[in-house]
């Protein structure tokens, strides 16, 4: 399915009946990476919505480039009034995350719990900062396929790259077939990210924090810092698998999910109360 959020065509699923869960996939990705928790959810009576940040997946990149991370959560925003869902949790994992913490910086009334997997609050260091901007360089030179297999190294878990399953092989073909103008945007919005370390004290909302002990992308103390500084974390696990660990460890990344979602209460779609969220600015 798709709407036109913010004068641009966005790409989404909707499943399912009850309080609403929200997952934001991770660069350069899409909505599908979350296509194993749609069953189990739905199963528990949740509303899953999946969706494609624009640019990636089915949502266009629209007439000019997303200036940063706010354009993304604003289409987040603008997805939740068109479906006329109030409150959601939010689930988002590696650049989703960072889109998540940015939605809850800007729009905290939206989020009733959040679910951090494989993310973390802090902005890039020196030597991050050189490597997107290699690979920046590298998008500019029209070295696209550079780019993309970089990603994919660090989204393999050691010890399977040579033998991937079919999973795996279909996120090879997601990441070469991103069109190098979300590619660059992308970086840019990742690149440009705050820290969002000194908003964590404030977030009473629940929330979830999922790590993965072989993740090449994001070094898993990240996760133990962001589950130290969150106020009312329900749990953080770190399961034994790499960067998609959603994918890869599906059953106990979902057992672990379902456990966090039972414990939140069902929030009310939009209605005439609730003129309010759907008057935010996006």
């Not at 189990?40 to 990636?56: E, N």
């Not at 991937?164 to 990742?190: F, Q, T």
């Not at 790499?242 to 057992?255: D, I, S, T, Y």
Request: some cysteine; overall charge negative.
């Amino acid at each position: 399915m798709k709407a036109n959020i913010n004068g641009t065509q966005i790409g989404y699923d909707d499943f399912g009946k009850g309080p609403a869960v929200l997952f934001v996939h991770g660069y350069p990705l899409n909505r599908k990476m979350w296509r194993k928790q749609v069953e189990p959810l739905v199963a528990d009576g949740f509303r899953v919505i999946l969706t494609d940040l624009r640019g990636f997946g089915e949502s266009d990149i629209g007439a000019e480039n997303p200036e940063g991370l706010s354009t993304y959560s604003d289409d987040l925003v603008g997805l939740l009034n068109y479906l006329g869902i109030g409150r959601a949790v939010v689930c988002g994992i590696s650049m989703g995350g960072y889109v998540l913490f940015d939605l809850l910086e800007r729009y905290p009334q939206r989020v009733v719990g959040a679910c951090f997997v494989v993310t973390r609050p802090v902005g890039d260091d020196v030597q991050e900062k050189v490597k997107r901007a290699e690979l920046r360089a590298a998008l500019e030179a029209g070295e696209t396929d550079k780019v993309r297999e970089a990603f994919l190294q660090v989204m393999m878990t050691p010890g399977k790259r040579k033998s991937r399953s079919a999973d795996m092989r279909e996120v090879c073909e997601w990441v070469r077939g991103a069109d190098p103008r979300s590619l660059a945007a992308g970086l840019e919005a990742i690149g440009r990210r705050k820290d969002y370390t000194p908003i964590l004290k404030n977030l009473s909302l629940p929330t979830l924090v999922v790590g993965a002990d072989q993740d090449q992308a994001m070094h898993p103390r990240h996760s133990d810092l962001l589950a130290s500084r969150l106020p009312n974390c329900f749990r953080s696990v770190s399961l034994k698998g790499g960067h998609l660990v959603n994918l890869e460890k599906f059953q106990a990344f979902n057992k672990h999910l379902l456990e966090f979602l039972r414990g939140i209460g069902p929030e009310p779609a939009i209605d005439d109360e609730d003129e309010e969220f759907i008057d935010q600015p996006v």
